[in-house]
């Protein structure tokens, strides 16, 4: 192999004892590969306690400042990984994501990748260093630090594949693989050895946490694939690639962590405008009579109301709760059987369904909400 990008989660550097398991990974790749470019996340539950902090001191903190201020998690580990390579005789150097060259455009919090400059790493390349680069983190236009959103060091990594027309892209974390469910959830999940592009990106818009949505994108336009795989096992591993397989079940995801909002108020599409504008994404965008409804994520249900609150004060607004089943498997429209066995078992629970929305590759159910052991029992009977 000439070129491999590795990718190390923060679970995988959570402290200095697993940054040593992660250096010896890095050496032993670096001995069959040229170059070795690793981008690192931060380590364990910095970003979160980052955040926490941050509110601490303000509910909705600007997003330019928790930029500047989440972006040091990454490099802290950057720095930490390349001083330890140093000393185990591999000659390392830790970039920043600016000084990788990743230019993004302009919106905080969520950025998207546009340019890389590859010149500065294939220099260092060149030396024969292993390069480690704060994921998550480019610089703008502007010359302010963006970040690309939680779990954007996948998507730094991806882009860094296709920049440096990299051999192989690897995104290790402490899982050793896709699972066809939440092993922390249902006991009899299985591993994939291989799932498509089109079935990766349905369970991770559906609000599993496995992969960066952005960097699934993005192995499927430049048809590179992506290999995810466990820091602490040389077992197992699912290949994501273009590859679709016949019509079947390959995943069931439970997602609790999104919020209903319903607006009595006919300037829909203000309102609409508004959230882009503030770089709020939404679900299910709709107005029925005088009334507007749309789903969004928990972690941005205080933004959205005080930006409703302060554009529109004479708005009633109402939020609920609910529970997202994603069904998914490339094909299973077609397939009349799964939409009826999961009906049939959902009504002998007497879950009452409150919406059933279907897509080529996925049935999206909506419930009030849905016990594990359910799912569990779904997930027996649709995945073989």
């Not at 030396?127 to 994921?135: L, M, Q, T």
């Amino acid at each position: 192999m000439d070129t491999v990008v590795l990718k190390f989660g923060g679970t995988s550097v959570a402290d200095n004892i697993k940054l040593n398991v992660v250096a010896e990974k890095v050496i032993s790749l670096k001995k069959e590969a040229k170059n070795v470019v690793v981008v690192v996340s931060a380590q364990g539950k910095t970003t979160n306690q980052l955040i926490k902090e941050a509110q601490e001191l303000s509910a909705i903190p600007e997003e330019r400042e928790m930029d500047m201020l989440l972006s040091t998690g990454e490099q802290i580990t950057a720095s930490k990984l390349s001083i330890l390579l140093n000393r185990k005789g591999y000659p390392a150097i830790s970039l920043t994501g600016w000084q990788a060259g990743i230019r993004t455009n302009a919106i905080h919090t969520s950025a998207k990748i546009e340019q890389i400059y590859t010149k500065r790493m294939e220099e260092e390349l060149a030396k024969g260093k292993i390069i480690v680069v704060a994921g998550f983190q480019g610089l703008n236009e502007t010359q302010d630090i963006t970040t690309l959103g939680r779990g954007g060091s996948d998507t730094t990594a991806v882009a860094l594949q296709v920049a440096l027309k990299a051999d192989k892209c690897y995104i290790f974390s402490d899982v050793d693989g896709i699972y066809s469910a939440d092993p922390n959830m249902i006991t009899m999940a299985k591993r994939l050895d291989e799932i498509s592009f089109d079935e990766m990106q349905e369970i991770a818009d559906s609000g599993a946490k496995v992969l960066h949505d952005r960097c699934i994108q993005m192995g499927k336009k430049f048809d590179c694939d992506i290999m995810a795989k466990s820091t602490f096992s040389e077992e197992g591993g699912t290949k994501i690639c273009q590859k679709i397989e016949n019509s079947e079940v390959k995943s069931i995801v439970k997602n609790e962590n999104l919020i209903a909002i319903e607006i009595e108020s006919q300037a829909f599409y203000e309102i609409y405008q508004s959230l882009l504008e503030n770089n709020i994404m939404v679900e299910a965008f709709q107005s029925e009579g005088n009334y507007l409804r749309f789903r969004i994520k928990k972690s941005e249900q205080n933004k959205v109301i005080e930006l409703l609150d302060s554009k529109y004060p004479t708005c009633q607004l109402k939020k609920s709760e609910f529970v997202k089943l994603s069904i998914i498997g490339y094909g299973i429209i077609q397939d009349n059987q799964v939409l009826n066995q999961v009906i049939e078992i959902l009504n002998n629970h007497q879950i009452e369904i409150m919406d059933i929305q279907l897509t080529q590759a996925k049935i999206e159910i909506l419930v009030q909400e849905i016990e594990n052991g359910i799912v569990n029992e779904l997930h027996q009977k649709l995945i073989k």
